[in-house]
C-alpha cells in the first residue's frame, strides 16, 4: 500500500538524515584538530520498482564520503620539529601498543596520517599529538647516506659525533690586476710583484727554500694581500686556523705593472705563528695561478693539492684546495685587495647533540655543540591510489584497506618546516548543512505524522 510505503520512506529518510547530522556533528566539533578531514555525506536512493505507469517509494541510504585529498589551511608553529604536507602523501607512523622494561612496544602495522605536530619524547621518537610515532629513513650522519630503503621508528640518540679531519678546502676569489700592496706604487713598473732585484734569480720565495722565512715575514706581508682564513681540524678535533695569502710573483708583460700579458700568483698560508730567524713562516702550496690578459686563469685550475699542511706542528694532512671551474680569477678591483666569495672545509671538531628540527626537504636535522648540522634522518612520504578509500582510525590517523591499495613511497607533496595542517572543516559551510539537514529532517517526520493520520483514518471507516 503506497501510505505504507511513503512511511516506509520516511523512516530511511530520517535514519539518513541522522546519519547526516552526526556527521556534521563530528565535523563541527574536529574543526580545531590539527590534520583534521571533514566527512561528507552522501545520499543514495533504492528503487524497489518504477516505471512511467506504475513507481512504488523506494528508500534512501546516507554514506560517509572522506574527503582525505582535500588540502587544510597550513599555520606557522614555533615549535622546530613541527611539519605540514603541502599537496599529495601522509606521513608513515606506527602505534604504541604496550610497555615493556620501561620501553615502548609497538603495533608492527604501518598506519598514516597528515597530523605533523611532532615532537621528541624521552626515548628519542618523535611522536604527534594523537601519540602517533613518525616513521622515516635513518642517515648516517658523517657520510649522509641513508641507512636502508625500509622505514622504520625514527629514534634520535644522543650520541657524539667523533671529530672528522679535514681534506677538502673550497675556495674562490677575485684577484686583483693591480694588487695595492704596501710596496705597489703604479707609476713604477713591477712594484707591485712580491720580489724586487734582490729576488729575481727565484721570484717565488724568499730565501730560496720553497718558503718564506721569518726574519723576511715583513717583507712579504708588504708585498702581499690577505686571502682570508678559516680553522681547519686535525685527526683528534684540534682547531687549527690557516691564514691564507696571495702575492704576484710574475709579470711578462715587458716590465709594465699594469699591462697586457701573462701575470702569475701564488698562494702561500702560515705555518707558523712563533718561528724565528731563517725558520719556515709562510708556505708556498706549490700552485702557479698564471692569468691572460682577460684575467682567466690560463690553463684553469679546478684544484690543487697542499701536501703535508702543517701549522704551529699540528699536521692536518694533504689538503685538496677546490676551486672550480674558473672560480680563482683576477678582474680589475679599485680596491686592489683579494675578493674571497666562497671559503669552507670538510672537517669538524666533537661535539654532543643540541637540538633537531625539521628542514623544509623532509630532513631531521641535528645541531651539535660544535655547530655542526648534520641530517639524522629522511622524514618518509607516502601516497595511495585512492586516498578516500582508507579506514579511518584514532586521532587522525588511517589504515590501508584493499579498496584504497598499498602504500606508495614518493608523494608528490612537499614538507613544510614549522608549520600545522589545520582541520579542512569550514565552520560557515557546516552550518548551512546543518540548517538544510535539519529542515530535511523536519519535514520527513511531517510525512510520517501525516501518513498515520491517513492510516488512522482508514481505520475509522469501519467505525
Do not use: C
Amino acid at each position: 500500500m503506497t501510505i505504507f510505503g511513503a512511511m516506509t520512506t520516511a523512516v530511511t529518510g530520517l535514519k539518513a538524515n541522522s546519519k547526516a547530522l552526526g556527521h556534521i556533528s563530528d565535523n563541527i566539533a574536529n574543526s580545531q584538530t590539527i590534520g583534521f578531514k571533514r566527512t561528507e555525506t552522501n545520499f543514495k536512493d533504492l528503487v524497489t520498482f518504477s516505471t512511467s505507469r506504475n513507481h512504488a517509494p523506494g528508500t534512501v541510504l546516507a554514506e560517509a564520503r572522506f574527503t582525505n585529498t582535500v588540502q587544510g589551511a597550513l599555520e606557522a608553529a614555533q615549535v622546530p620539529t613541527h611539519m605540514a604536507i603541502n599537496g599529495d602523501g601522509y606521513f608513515m607512523v606506527s602505534e604504541r601498543v604496550a610497555t615493556l622494561d620501561n620501553r615502548p612496544v609497538f603495533n608492527e602495522i604501518d598506519y598514516y596520517t597528515r597530523r605533523g605536530d611532532f615532537e621528541v619524547d624521552r626515548f628519542g621518537y618523535l611522536v604527534n599529538g594523537s601519540g602517533y610515532y613518525l616513521q622515516g629513513l635513518a642517515i648516517n650522519p658523517v657520510t649522509g647516506n641513508k641507512l636502508g630503503d625500509v622505514p622504520d621508528r625514527i629514534q634520535i640518540t644522543n650520541d657524539f659525533i667523533s671529530a672528522k679531519q679535514t681534506t677538502t678546502l673550497d675556495y674562490t676569489a677575485n684577484l686583483p690586476s693591480f694588487p695595492k700592496t704596501v710596496t705597489a706604487d703604479a707609476a713604477v713598473a713591477n712594484s707591485e710583484l712580491m720580489l724586487d732585484a734582490t729576488f729575481t734569480n727565484d721570484p717565488t720565495t724568499f730565501g730560496g727554500d720553497g718558503f718564506v722565512q721569518a726574519q723576511d715575514e715583513q717583507l712579504f706581508l708588504d708585498r702581499s694581500l690577505a686571502g682570508g682564513a678559516i680553522t681547519m681540524y686535525d685527526s683528534i678535533g684540534n682547531p687549527v686556523n690557516v691564514e691564507l695569502r696571495w702575492s704576484k710573483v710574475n709579470n711578462t708583460a715587458n716590465g709594465a705593472g699594469q699591462g697586457a700579458g701573462s701575470e702569475t700568483w701564488n698562494l702561500f698560508y702560515r705555518t707558523s705563528t712563533t718561528a724565528t730567524g731563517a725558520a719556515a713562516k709562510w708556505n708556498n702550496v706549490g700552485q702557479n695561478y698564471t692569468f691572460n690578459s682577460s684575467g682567466v686563469a690560463t690553463p684553469p685550475i679546478t684544484s690543487t693539492t697542499v701536501t703535508n699542511l702543517t701549522v704551529d706542528g699540528i699536521n692536518l694532512g694533504n689538503i685538496t684546495v677546490n676551486h672550480g671551474s674558473n672560480q680563482i680569477s683576477q678582474f680589475a678591483d679599485s680596491n686592489g685587495s683579494v675578493s674571497v666569495k666562497d671559503i669552507e672545509q670538510d672537517g669538524f671538531a666533537s661535539g654532543a647533540l643540541a637540538s633537531i628540527a625539521v628542514s623544509d626537504n623532509g630532513r631531521v636535522v641535528g645541531t651539535y655543540t660544535n655547530g655542526k648540522q648534520l641530517d639524522l634522518a629522511e622524514v618518509t612520504l607516502v601516497k595511495f591510489n585512492a586516498d578516500n578509500k582508507l579506514r579511518k582510525l584514532d586521532g587522525g590517523a588511517w589504515a590501508a584497506t584493499q579498496d584504497s591499495g598499498e602504500a606508495i613511497q614518493g608523494a608528490s607533496g612537499q614538507i613544510v618546516a614549522e608549520a600545522r595542517e589545520t582541520s579542512n572543516v569550514d565552520i560557515a559551510d557546516e552550518f548551512s548543512k546543518l540548517i538544510v539537514t535539519q529542515q530535511a529532517y523536519s519535514a520527513t517526520t511531517r510525512i510520517v505524522t501525516t501518513s498515520d493520520e491517513l492510516v488512522q483514518e482508514t481505520l475509522n471507516m469501519k467505525r
